[in-house]
């Protein structure tokens, strides 16, 4: 069965600070979701990548879909408070399927 | 908000016992989700309605059943508690069932003592 693994698993990083987060699969990937989860609440979608190469912006968050990589990735510039959370990725295959998360911390 | 709601948004009930948790999805939605988000698991896909009907089945265990009715709302039943069923859960809801674009309510935490 396919499994997403993101990295890293925890990140701490200052305000204004840009970030990165990965999403690896162990199988082809025929699109990339992105959502987003404050603690214990529900989850936000935050964008859909569909096409290799495809990259899509939503304010200060960037995301790509390398598909020979099997891997999209998130960019956060600029970071705020408001960016803290948990970020989920996640792959369609017969039902949708989440990736480990990845805890962001941002402090002023 | 995502146009999803879930009730109730606590429950704390003892092992052995039933429960049941109810999703109403955004308006227009036909397609239901259920999800048990655990700190070891991870978040894992229950079961799909598509308009009345399941469509999709995941992890869900043989205690635990769901129904979506006319009106599109959904309830998950979880019977026979045991302390491990302790979660999240969260209901989503998208247009179609193909779409994996879903809208996920605020969730339901169940603490089974």
């Known amino acids: 069965s396919q499994e997403l693994e993101q990295s890293p698993q925890s990140l701490i990083v200052q305000e204004g600070k840009n970030l990165t987060i990965n999403c690896t699969s162990s199988k082809t990937l025929y699109g990339l979701y992105w959502y987003k989860q404050k603690y214990g609440e529900g989850l936000i979608f935050l964008m859909m990548l569909q096409k290799g190469g495809e990259e899509k912006s939503h304010e200060k968050i960037t995301a790509k879909l390398d598909e020979k990589k099997q891997q999209s990735s998130l960019h956060i510039t600029a970071s705020q408070p408001s960016h803290a959370g948990i970020y989920l990725c996640g792959a369609p295959t017969d039902k949708l399927i989440f990736g480990t998360g990845t805890r962001l911390q941002v402090f002023p | 908000d995502s146009g999803v709601t879930q009730t109730p948004k606590h429950l704390i009930t003892a092992t052995g016992q039933r429960v049941t948790l109810r999703c109403s999805p955004r308006s227009g939605d036909l397609s239901v989700y259920w999800y048990q988000q655990s700190l070891d698991q991870g978040l894992q896909f229950l079961i799909q309605y598509y308009n009345g009907e399941e469509r999709a089945k995941g992890n869900i265990l043989e205690r635990f059943s769901a129904q979506q009715f006319p009106d599109l709302h959904s309830e998950l039943n979880l019977s026979s508690l045991e302390l491990g069923d302790s979660a999240l859960y969260f209901c989503?809801?998208?247009?179609?069932?193909?779409?994996?674009?879903?809208?996920f309510g605020p969730g339901t935490r169940l603490t089974v003592t």
């Open positions: 989503a809801s998208s247009v179609d069932n193909l779409s994996y674009e879903q809208y």
